[in-house]
């Protein structure tokens, strides 16, 4: 068989190949060793099924995840959002996957990749939609603009803000090798340029929602885990953003400003944690009791919204003041005193509502996406 990098987030290394069994090691962020966990490639002239091993799983940033993970893998000539899981095991050290139907050529990832072109695509399809309108607020340190993606109550050209506006943000793939949350922005982004619904109709009458679908596009197109093309970790940066290492969070974090922040959500996924979950601001220095009341109702209406959503598992709280202001959902939240979240979906699947065949789909991370407005709309007129 032969072991193919795409240009667009492939990353591997090719220690041999046979025509049934390769042997791979994923290869760290292009700026930062400390990081190397993601691996997308393509195998092709296979015959019958093959066998793969990847020799360093255990060596990776989070050897430990690969621990009931299942590899995702696709018809290399099929569409690219239609994947499927095969047999993996992990013995502590070599990730062990292999595939025994009839495809001649498959890719396979740790999480399917959101391509550049699809993203480029969709931002075109939605402004085409004529209900959003795309601002450049800066480029990123390889020069890829970096657009939000305005819905609602957008002033016309010349005209300031509507204050009367909750201002709604959404950013995600801070770190670019969870690709799930660029599936999650294509089906929100989609429900609210395409839908005719109630929850679509009340936001827009009432807010400004503003989405940067890829904060990470350097990152995501060289298949980095988490770091930029400085080999930053973007959510680690916004404490101290600068125009030569996190450009992205420097003009992103300018606009938040320009335009205000009544709610914010950044969307990740986590490597561990078989569940959905939201991380609030609890350890900011200025965290108080109605921010407190605010994440509550906002988690209760993520319950509402979605069976995929629960509130038992996830991050550790962190004690008061002890929150770290370098991260996005910390600094917005204590910077704009408003309710600021991170949401995290899984790598492998949502423990709470296995799928045997596709574990944590893109499908349900656009599903995720969509209901998550829903929510929305239920803490719209308490968020200030
Ligand atoms: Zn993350």
Known sequence: MRIVTPRDAGKIQIVSATDTRARLEILPDDANADF????????????????????NAGTCTYGDAFEDYRVCA????????AWFRVPTEFDGTTLRFSYEGDLAALRFAYYPPYPRARR?????????????????????????????????RVPADGQRDDDDARKIWIVAQQHPGETMA???????????????????????????????????????????????????DLN???????????????????????????????VHGDEHVPYVFVAGAEGNPHYTDRIEALEEEFSNAMLDSTSEFQTEHGYPKDAPGKGDLRCAGNYVGEA???????????????????????????????????????????VIDVLR
């Not at 190397?36 to 020799?55: C, D, H, N, P, W």
């Not at 929850?199 to 990152?219: H, K």
């Not at 404490?239 to 009544?262: F, I, M, N, Q, T």
């Not at 005193?337 to 065949?357: H, I, Q, R, V, W």
Request: charged share 30%; glycine share 10%; proline share 3%.
């Open 120 to 152: 480029v695509t969709l931002v075109d399809r939605l402004r085409k939609s004529k209900r959003a309108r795309v601002e450049t607020l800066g480029e990123s340190v390889r020069g890829e603009p970096m657009h939000a993606v305005h819905f609602g």
């Open 236 to 266: 680690r940066c916004w404490w101290d953003a600068d125009d030569e290492e996190s450009p992205e969070v420097l003009c992103v974090r300018k606009a938040l400003y320009d335009h205000g922040v009544d709610f914010f959500l950044d």
């Open 36 to 55: 190397k966990q993601y691996f997308s490639f393509v195998a092709r002239g296979l015959s019958g099924g093959a066998t793969f091993e990847i020799e």
């Open 74 to 81: 696709s018809d290399e000539s099929g569409p690219e959002d």
């Open 336 to 378: 704009f005193d408003c309710l600021s979240l991170t949401l995290e979906m899984p790598f492998k699947d949502n423990a709470n509502n296995p799928d045997e065949g596709a574990g944590w789909s893109i499908d349900r991370c656009r599903g995720l996406g969509a209901s998550t407005l829903e929510a929305l709309v239920h």
């Open 182 to 232: 660029g599936w999650f922005m294509e089906g929100l982004a989609s429900r609210l340029a395409f839908d005719d619904d109630e929850v679509v109709t009340i936001l827009r009458e009432n807010s400004r929602i503003m989405l940067v679908l890829c904060m990470n596009p350097d990152g995501a197109l060289a298949g980095n885990h988490r770091t930029n093309a400085r080999g930053r």
